[in-house]
Structure formats: C-alpha cells, structure tokens
C-alpha cells in the first residue's frame, strides 16, 4: 500500500510553505527516515524524511508553493535498491584523496574543525585546497560550507545581457516584509562608540588552547560581547522591553538572539536565558546554533521569541552599518570589523585593534540617555573583561 508525503504544519498561522529542494531523483528507492525534501516555510527551513522505504514518485516540482497538508510524494513500499547509475542526491560522496594528502590537510585543522568536518561528512583535502597556506578553523569552515550551499552564479561571457531569473523562498519574502514593517512602524535611531579589543584579544590568545582542551572550543569574540550585553541589560531593563499594544513588557531574564547568515537567508536562533550562563556555556551554544543554521536543522522553537539581537558583520569585512531592529525587540547590537588604527591613549598616540560598534533602538521605547548609556557599558565591560570573566574566580574554570 502506497503511503504519502504530507506537508505537516511548520507553526501556528502558517497556512503555505515553498518545496525548496529534493534530496532524491523521481523513482530513487529511498530508506526510511532518510531526509528526502527541504521545505520552505516564512519562518524556517526544515527538511522531510521518508515515512517508510521504498521507490518514491515525486508530485511536486522544486519552487513550488503548496498548502499545509497537501501531498508532495507517494511512496511505494517494498525491497529493492537505489539505482546503480543514478544515486541520491543525499548519497554523492566526494573524491577520495591519496591518504597522505588527506592525512596532510587534516594536520592542519585545529581540533574544532576536524569535529566540525567529520560531523559534516567533508573532504579535508578539497576544504584545505579552498584556502592554501591557511590554518583550518571553524570560520574557513563556515565559508566552505557556505561557499557549497550558495554557489555563485556562472558568469556570462563579456558583452552578454543576459540575465537569471528564479522565485523568492518564502523566508526571504517574509524577512523582506518584516524590514520594511520595521523601518515604518518604529522611532528607529542608531548611536555609535568604539571599543579597544587588545584586552579580548589578549585573553583568547592567552586562554584559547586551554579552553578548546577543557570544552572542545576556542573563545570567540560573540561569546564576549553576549556575556557582557546581558550585564549591561540588568543595568539599563529598558534595553530589554518590547511593546504589546498599550502595554510596555519588560522581562526580568535575557534571551539573546545571534543573528547567523544561513544558506537560505537571514535567522536569527535565541539562547534562552543568556544571563545565566558562563563564556564557555556560551559560546558551545553559539557554535551549536551556528552550525545548525548552515545545515537549515534549526526549529521554529529555537527561533521564537528573544528580547535583544546580536548581529556581526565584521565576520563579512563590514567597518560599519546601522543594524535594523528584530520585531518586537527594540534594541539591536551590531558588531564590526577589528581594524588597528591610531588611537589617543593617556595622552599618547599608540596602535589599537578597535572595533565600531552599533546600537540601533526604537525611540518610543528607549530614550537617548539609556541608549548611549548602556552601549558604553558594553565597551567598558569588553574593555575590562577579566571582571566579566572571573567574578573573583580563576577564568579557566567558568
């Protein structure tokens, strides 16, 4: 008896997703529980599996928009095996390289990227021939993977005028409809400061390899700057509210969403009650979010809600920008690039690693006093960070 692939409801009030992508070929015999489409959705991206083994007959074309509930895929149940000279999608291997190659590569990754590699089934020979002469780490990692997903279009000959044309998903269209909802529905305003790094990036270098021994990764900047945003909310709880109708809601934890450039668009996944957690505690979290978000496997769960957004474009080169708020947050924080420049320090001009750093705030919520006044919180907390880090304990042991 044949059974269906059924669109399930991806959350309350979503009545249409978009079918992204199939994982199989029209006829592929398919396993049980193996992930066989990706789906769209305003909210999230997230992919079906197969409700039984057997040969699939696909319904549905990719680009699609579809109803909750409609069938995308019939399966008929019954041995056999996947054709010879046409596999899954989901099944393509990559070239295997000579072992000492391979063997060579992987030498040159640190110990988080190795995990993050062998988690995601990745020739270590094809991502250390992405980026020759470099150490591997989980950002060269990052860009791998996303250089994978998102490949660039292929490039006319000169003089064409040709051009490509292909639908918006559904999560792009909503991410389009909420920004603009947000510049006209918000007192939007952004204010600026600058903050000396030298201090972070002193203790990374100092405490890095202790840390990637003791919790299996290093210390990232974003772990920093969301341990000393949370201080710096119990300080200024205005930061933290949001608006309900007539209402101003002001709630006495912090959920921190970190804003993660996914191959489907921007998410934004929330760690709940950042406040409570230590820097190592942070930033598994973070990584773990992250990478979860390339691999689209994040919930529409770990996706809701938040009471202020951190976002950095420094990782992308960004010097600058003015970050538009996450609804109905009214607070967001940008992160930039870390340049040395000069820098006037106790009447001495020296060269510091500094970084740009930008509130953007709803005016209705936050007036320019608290605004200014928690962003220099956060540069003097990042500027000073062994009382962050140790609150009179030895900072390994948070």
Not at 54 to 59: H, R
Not at 198 to 213: C, G, M, S, V, Y
Not at 310 to 322: A, D, H, K, L
């Amino acid at each position: 008896m044949s059974v269906e692939i059924i669109i399930p409801s991806p959350g309350e009030s979503v009545t249409q997703v978009q079918l992204a992508r199939w994982l199989v070929h029209d006829g592929d015999f398919v396993d049980r529980d193996q992930e066989v489409v990706e789906i769209d959705s305003d909210k999230a991206s997230f992919p079906l599996a197969a409700p039984e083994s057997g040969t699939i007959k696909i319904a549905v074309p990719e680009g699609e928009t579809i109803a909750v509930g409609a069938v995308i895929a019939v399966i008929t149940p019954g041995a056999g095996s996947r054709p010879q000279d046409k596999p899954a999608l989901s099944e393509v291997k990559p070239v295997t390289k000579p072992l000492q190659s391979e063997e060579k590569s992987r030498q040159n990754a640190t110990p988080l990227a190795k995990k993050i590699m062998e988690e995601n089934k990745l020739d270590s020979h094809e991502v250390s021939a992405s980026f020759p002469g470099k150490k591997i780490t989980r950002k060269e990692i990052a860009a791998f993977l996303n250089r994978k997903q998102s490949p660039g279009p292929a490039l006319s000959p000169p003089g064409s005028r040709s051009e490509s044309r292909k639908k918006l998903t559904t999560l792009r269209l909503k991410l389009a409809e909420r920004l603009v909802a947000v510049k006209n529905e918000t007192a939007m305003l952004t204010t600026f400061n600058e903050v000396n790094m030298k201090a972070i990036i002193r203790i990374k270098e100092k405490l890095n390899e202790t840390f990637k021994e003791r919790y299996g990764a290093g210390i990232g900047f974003m772990s920093f700057f969301t341990k000393a945003v949370t201080i710096a909310l119990r300080e200024f709880p205005q930061v933290n509210s949001m608006i309900d109708g007539d209402e101003l809601i002001t709630p006495d934890y912090t959920d921190i969403g970190i804003a993660v450039s996914a191959p489907k668009g921007l998410v934004v996944p929330v760690i709940r009650n950042a406040e409570g957690m230590s820097i190592p505690e942070l930033e598994l979290k973070i990584e773990e979010l992250a990478v979860r978000a390339r691999d689209n496997k994040l919930t529409i769960d770990e996706m809701k809600g938040g009471t202020f957004t951190i976002t950095n474009g420094g990782v992308f080169g960004s010097m600058m920008s003015t970050p538009i708020l996450n609804p109905p947050q009214s607070a967001i924080l940008g992160m930039h690039k870390i340049m040395e420049r000069p820098v006037a320090i106790d009447g001495q001009v020296v060269i510091a690693p500094m970084m740009y750093v930008a509130l953007s705030y709803d005016h209705r919520v936050i007036d320019g006093r608290e605004s200014v006044s928690f962003l220099v919180r956060v540069k003097e907390i990042i500027e000073d960070p062994v009382k962050m880090l140790t609150e009179g304990q030895d900072p390994v042991k948070l």
